[in-house]
Each structure stands twice: as structure tokens, then as C-alpha cells.
């Protein structure tokens, strides 16, 4: 039986609007019962999605009470309607739940390009507002699926001054994901209390340290967006340094478990694979090897084939613009010494690197004996589905 996912003081709800061509879920609604405390992050990409501006411009209040989200359609360079029907997803939102316009919160997914129908949002609305459940969050996970193959949720307490909190987190993405800020669409629900500013310091450190070290194919979205609420029901509040700290402790937990989810749910992924870059130059230095490892098409096509081609690792690595020493590069595959000092280990340490390969996790670290540098970003394989995906996603 599934986990029933719940956060205090938080309802949701997941239901069809025919936006999707096959039927499925693909209008998402979460309320928060009392005004929140809200921050988010999005899209560094210079073209982004109307949803993504009207909510940049909303959220520097720190407010929020529900978030209304679809899948289907991106609402991204639909021009002047585009914004008009984000703004009608939000006004019929808001009307329905009989709260301020401003308190809502719009994000969608799916085909760039298309317009947007509006239309099938408006007749949905008052159905998925019926639909509001305090045990329905895996509805909400599944309406926001594109190519995802299982809805993305995690939950986790935690308690402060004898006061139990919740976290629940909810993601979607498994293409399209280099995120420069976040990953395709999370939205964060927690009881406790928090303050905009604070929040938002908490979540920018919680994304850096989770969504923004994955990468599944070297592309940001055009919608990236991470959304956090916090509406104080459960009495626990965060205000001091060591409150905060602990929080963010569980956020840094509760976002990561949700990036490596969308890792190995990647288009086609077979194997979710930890690059670790140390002993570089600076901890900068150490992102961009491990950056340019994780996003090589040659490396990623060698992992799907259980090839324990280290050449393409070093090579990789010598073309990030970082600075590295040719002769003095280690690479390990989980324990097994592959290379030393820029050179192969032999027959034996190849045969034990590819065990390790046939496993579907593991790590790959690279040591440039230069300094104390130190990164680690999360990838996965190229397969053949990947390409079989994306061929036709819009057909």
C-alpha cells in the first residue's frame, strides 16, 4: 500500500482537464489553509515562460496561498496571450477559492510554443477545487507529469522547541534538466514558520546544494521554477541561527532525495552516477570538471554501455577550461583506482571498473592533485530510449 503523503495545514488536489492528449492528470492545485510565507527560484534562461514572469513579480511580496499548475503545455513564446492566460489561470483560481488574486501562484509544463487552453483550465477549476484533499498531494504529483514515469514526493518531520513540523516536497522532470537555478518544476510545503527573507536565503542554499547539481542532458528550461510555502500551523517557528540551521538541514534533505529522483528517472536512464571532482584548484574549478564530465554525450553513451572508457573522462575533463596538470589526474569508479597519474591501471582495475558500471549507482571521482577543491554533481546514462523520447514528444 502507498505511503498517504500529508503536510499540516496544506490540502492538494490532481485532476484531467484534457489538456493531455492520452487523458491523464494534468491540472495541479495546492492551498495552504492560512496566508503563507513564500519564496522561490527560476529559469536563468533569457526566454522564459509567462507563468515564470508574472510569478517573479508576485512572489517579491513573500506571500502566497495556492498555486495552481498544469503539464500538457508550457505557455512559453505564446506572445501577449500567453500572459493574459496566466493571468486567467490565476483570476479563476483565486475566484473559485475565494482569495486574493495576488496570492496566487501559476507554473506549467510541457510543449513550448503551443497557445495555451485556457479555455479547458476555466472548466476544470471549480472540479479540482471539489477535489482538495489533505491526503491527495500524490493527485498533485501526478498532474504535473510530462515524460516523468512515477510522481516525485517526499515527506520528512522534524521538531523545534518540542514543536513537530512537516516538509513535503513534490518534483517533476526527467528531461530537459541542466537546471541554472533549479530543476523543471518543484513546489515545497512546510507548517512552520518562517519569514520571506529568511525563507528565501533557506531555499536559494537548499537548491545550490541540491537541484542545481544535476544534470540529465545539458538543457534548462524554459519554466524551471522551485516554489517553497510556509504557513506556521503546526506553532513551530524558525528565527534563530540554530533553528534555521537545523530547517535547513532538512530541506538540503528533503530537495536532494527529490533531485536524484528526477536523475534516475531521466529519459531513458538505466544508471543515476555520482561525479566527484577534488584536489582541484578551487571549489569553482572543481564544478566546472565535474560539470563537463556529467554533461559529455560520449561519457554518458559509455555509462549506458557498461564501458569503462576513462579516456572520455580525462578528455572531458581537459577541455572544462579549468585549469588541470596532464600527468597527474587520478579517476576511481567507486573504489577501484582506474587511473593513476593520468594513466591506466591496467587489465585487472578495467574488468573490476566494469562490475562496478553493471550496478545502477555508483561514483565516479576524479582527484587533479592541485589543491583542495572539491565538487560533486549527479548525472545519468544516454540510452537509446532518450533519443526514441524526444524524437517524437510532441507527436
Do not use: H
Not at 50 to 66: H, M
Not at 189 to 202: G, N, R, S, V, Y
Not at 246 to 269: H, P, Y
Not at 287 to 299: E, F, G, H, P, Q
Amino acid at each position: 500500500m502507498t505511503e498517504t503523503i500529508i503536510c499540516p495545514g496544506f490540502k492538494a488536489a490532481g485532476v484531467a482537464a484534457n489538456i493531455k492528449k492520452d487523458g491523464t492528470k494534468d491540472l495541479g492545485l495546492i492551498l495552504s489553509e492560512t496566508d503563507a510565507s513564500a519564496a522561490a527560484v527560476f529559469t536563468r534562461n533569457l526566454i522564459k515562460a509567462a507563468p515564470v514572469i508574472l510569478d517573479e513579480e508576485r512572489i517579491k511580496k513573500g506571500r502566497c496561498r495556492a498555486i495552481i499548475v498544469n503539464s500538457g503545455n508550457a505557455n512559453c513564446c505564446t506572445g501577449i496571450n500567453g500572459m493574459k492566460n496566466a493571468l486567467a489561470m490565476a483570476k479563476v483560481t483565486a475566484s473559485e477559492l475565494g482569495i486574493s488574486e495576488e496570492l496566487v501562484l501559476v507554473a506549467s509544463t510541457g510543449v513550448i510554443g503551443e497557445q495555451f487552453p485556457i479555455e479547458k483550465i476555466t472548466a476544470a477549476v471549480p472540479e479540482i477545487k471539489d477535489s482538495l484533499s489533505s491526503n491527495s498531494f500524490t493527485d498533485f504529483a501526478q498532474s504535473i507529469m510530462t515524460t516523468d514515469t512515477y510522481p516525485k514526493i517526499v515527506s520528512q518531520k522534524g521538531k523545534i522547541d518540542g514543536k513537530v513540523y512537516t516538509v513535503t516536497g513534490i518534483a517533476k522532470g526527467s528531461g530537459m534538466i541542466c537546471p541554472d537555478m533549479a530543476t523543471m518544476l518543484a513546489f515545497i510545503c512546510t507548517d512552520a514558520e518562517i519569514a520571506p527573507d529568511m525563507l528565501k536565503d533557506i531555499l536559494v542554499t537548499s537548491t545550490e546544494r541540491s537541484f542545481n547539481r544535476i544534470t540529465i542532458d545539458g538543457d534548462t528550461s524554459t519554466n524551471d521554477t522551485v516554489i517553497i510555502m510556509a504557513n506556521g500551523c503546526s506553532g513551530a517557528v524558525i528565527k534563530n541561527d540554530s533553528q534555521k540551521e537545523i530547517f535547513q538541514n532538512m530541506l538540503d534533505n528533503t530537495m536532494l532525495s527529490l533531485a536524484k529522483m528526477i536523475v534516475k528517472d531521466g529519459e531513458g536512464a538505466t544508471k543515476l552516477v555520482e561525479i566527484i571532482v577534488k584536489g582541484a584548484s578551487s571549489n569553482k574549478d572543481a564544478r566546472i570538471v565535474a560539470d563537463t564530465v556529467a554533461n559529455s554525450s560520449l561519457v554518458k553513451t559509455a555509462l549506458f554501455g557498461e564501458d569503462a572508457n576513462w579516456g572520455r573522462i580525462i578528455a572531458a575533463a581537459g577541455r572544462s577550461k579549468a585549469p588541470v596538470k596532464p600527468d597527474q589526474i587520478d579517476i576511481f569508479f567507486d573504489n577501484i583506482m582506474m587511473v593513476k597519474n593520468s594513466t591506466g591501471c591496467g587489465s585487472k582495475a578495467e574488468s573490476d571498473a566494469t562490475d562496478i558500471l553493471k550496478k545502477p549507482e555508483f561514483s565516479i571521482t576524479l582527484n587533479l592533485n592541485m589543491g583542495t577543491g572539491y565538487a560533486s554533481v549527479f548525472t545519468c546514462d544516454f540510452s537509446i530510449d532518450y533519443v526514441k523520447i524526444n524524437a517524437d514528444y510532441r507527436t
